[in-house]
């Protein structure tokens, strides 16, 4: 799997909080499917200290190949889209203060929950307007997610990104239905982990990765999860 979504960078958001923190969730994902990553901090993260991100994550690169973990790491953000901010946001990615995914067009954005479906559009129009490709992060964990709505988003031109775990979450069940519609319908285009950190939202993929294979066409679930996202790091990959 290559997972587009995950806050591994040591101590820039709520994720990672310590290279070995990191490290050990390297581990966990290669263990659990995953080779190919790109790192995903909050935009928060970039607007505390805008060089530090990527400042750590050059250093957890470093320590990843020092330590034999075999998984490919390339650098993105996950960019927090409200109506009111989205001037400071597009002025940001313009002038590289936040990073796009792996300096491709593509840009992963996340709304609050339960932003209203107007908004939503509103921000994903305007990156589109910009000349950016708008990835929605974990678009199963929105209020306002349905068949419908993912359909309005995709017309746009946006992709959809969807959180492995979500597929057999026990509790939330309106997330775990939005996820295996939106699998059902065809209309999710990426995976991620949004993995947090060895204790908060673990990489936990394997369970994740079976069900889709078991469940949905499997030309499909290889699109998800990996031949879609090769788009963002073979082109660029050193
Ligand atoms: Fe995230």
């Not at 939330?172 to 319908?185: F, P, T, V």
């Amino acid at each position: 799997m290559i997972d587009i979504h995950m806050h591994v960078i040591p101590g820039v958001d709520d994720g990672s909080q310590s290279v070995e923190e990191s490290l050990e969730m390297l581990r966990e994902a290669y263990r659990q499917g995953t080779d190919t990553i790109i790192a995903t901090p909050h935009s928060f993260a970039f607007s505390l200290s805008p060089a530090l991100p990527r400042k750590r994550f050059e250093l957890l690169k470093e320590k990843a190949h020092e330590a034999g973990i075999p998984v490919h790491l390339f650098f993105g953000a996950e960019i927090l889209c409200e109506p009111y901010s989205m001037n400071v946001n597009l002025e940001r990615l313009r002038s590289g203060i936040y990073p796009t995914m792996n300096g491709t067009e593509y840009v992963l954005i996340e709304f609050s929950p339960h932003i209203p479906e107007d908004d939503a559009v509103y921000c994903t129009r305007l990156v589109r307007d910009n000349g950016y490709i708008p990835v929605i992060a974990h678009a199963e964990r929105y209020r306002f997610m349905n068949i419908r709505a993912a359909r309005v988003l995709r017309s746009l031109g946006a992709l959809i990104q969807i959180n492995v775990y979500s597929v057999f979450l026990e509790k939330k069940d309106w997330i775990k239905e939005n996820a295996r519609s939106l699998l059902q319908e065809k209309l999710a285009d990426f995976a991620g982990s949004d993995a947090h950190g060895t204790s908060h939202r673990p990489p936990q993929e394997a369970s994740g990765i079976q069900y889709m294979y078991k469940h949905y066409d499997t030309d499909y679930i290889d699109r998800v999860l990996h031949e879609n996202a090769a788009l963002l790091v073979h082109p660029r990959s050193q």
